[in-house]
């Protein structure tokens, strides 16, 4: 079977996001290093079309968490999660399934339930992967089955921050609030999927945040 492919318009904005945070040439060196030269100056239609490998973006987070060593790869992921969300939302709604929400006629959680729900679908069909939610009463739950984020790094810790980011950034976009997303268990750690919480209720946002 042929290797699944990121669409043309998620792996736009998933250089873009790098490109802010590292600049131009920081893009093109991480590009090349991680074996993505062909890459390098060109531009992704904003489309469909299959075009990152999943082997290759695998492997290129595990290259962030390599050459910046967990401490410092730790806000560079969050932050490149916070903007994946935040591009997708301004330029392409449709990509996560963030266009069309009529959701004015429900209550806080029944809100996230719905987004959540949709993304992670959505999210399922982009990336190829199984994203599970299942929730209690103060927090939902959602397990990556074959997770690509820990590449295939090994750890102490839980190294999946990228998609942490993307959570607590639509969280606060859904309720205004901030909301505590954490791992709970990592494949690094030799766990058989990762597994992440969200925080129903959210906290105020201090104005400084
Ligand atoms: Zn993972």
Redesign the pocket.
Same mark, same amino acid.
Do not use: D, K, V
């Given at each position: 079977m042929e290797e699944h492919r990121i669409p043309s318009s998620l792996a736009r904005i998933i250089f873009q996001s790098v490109e802010e945070h590292i600049g131009e040439n920081g893009l093109n060196m991480f590009l090349k290093r991680a074996g993505l030269e062909e890459y390098i100056g060109k531009e992704l239609p904003d489309d469909d079309t299959p075009s990152l490998e999943m082997s290759k973006f695998k492997k290129g987070i595990g290259l962030i968490v390599e050459l910046f060593g967990e401490k410092a790869a730790k806000p560079l992921l969050l932050r490149w999660g916070k903007l994946t969300f935040e591009y997708a939302l301004k330029n392409k709604p449709t990509l996560f399934g963030l266009a069309g929400l009529v959701t004015t006629f429900m209550g806080e959680e029944g809100k996230e339930r719905f987004i959540l729900k949709r993304v992670l679908k959505e999210s399922e069909n982009l990336y190829d992967v199984p994203h599970i939610l299942t929730e209690d009463t103060d927090c939902f739950y959602v397990e @990556?089955q074959d997770?690509?984020?820990?590449s295939n790094l090994h750890s102490d810790n839980? @190294?999946?921050w990228a998609?942490a980011g993307f959570w607590i950034t639509m969280m606060t976009w859904i309720t205004g609030k901030n909301h505590e997303v954490k791992?709970t268990e990592?494949?690094?750690q030799g766990h058989p999927?990762?597994k992440f919480r969200i925080a129903k209720k959210g906290s105020v946002l201090s104005p400084t945040a």
């Open positions: @990556i997770c690509f984020y820990c839980c @190294i999946c998609p791992e990592c494949m690094a999927s990762c």
